[in-house]
């Protein structure tokens, strides 16, 4: 099973981007799943969660600017990105949720750079 990020970049504050991944695997219509972010230096937070009936959670930091949404048939969740901040500036990942290191592993990310 793979998972694999696109869609990052350099945005000036205030941008906006839309990170995309694609997940293998069978697993994915039938499970909840996450946008997770890691800050040089920091550890790997959640960002956002869409479960598999469509209903979505955010950060506090992130609430009101980011959207998450998926597409069953094509196995891949997005992530809207809206008013960027150089807060925002991190390493993204999308995984399952809740993560278990047992039954998946991280793809490689897709970094997202928001200049002031």
């Known amino acids: 099973e793979q998972l694999v990020e696109s869609g990052g970049g350099l945005v000036q504050a205030g941008g906006s981007l839309r990170l995309s991944c694609t997940v293998s695997?069978?697993?994915?219509?039938?499970?909840?799943m996450g946008w997770y972010r890691q800050a040089p230096g920091k550890q790997r937070d959640l960002v956002a969660v869409?479960?598999?009936?469509?209903?979505?959670r955010y950060a506090d930091s992130v609430k009101g600017r980011f959207t998450i949404a998926r597409d069953n048939a094509k196995n891949t969740i997005f992530l809207q990105m809206n008013s960027l901040i150089p807060e925002d500036t991190a390493l993204y990942y999308c995984n399952y949720y809740p993560y278990y290191p047992a039954l998946s592993s991280w793809g490689r990310g897709t970094q997202v750079t928001v200049s002031s």
């Open positions: 695997g069978r697993r994915f219509s039938i499970n909840d």
């Open positions: 869409i479960t598999s009936g469509g209903g979505s």
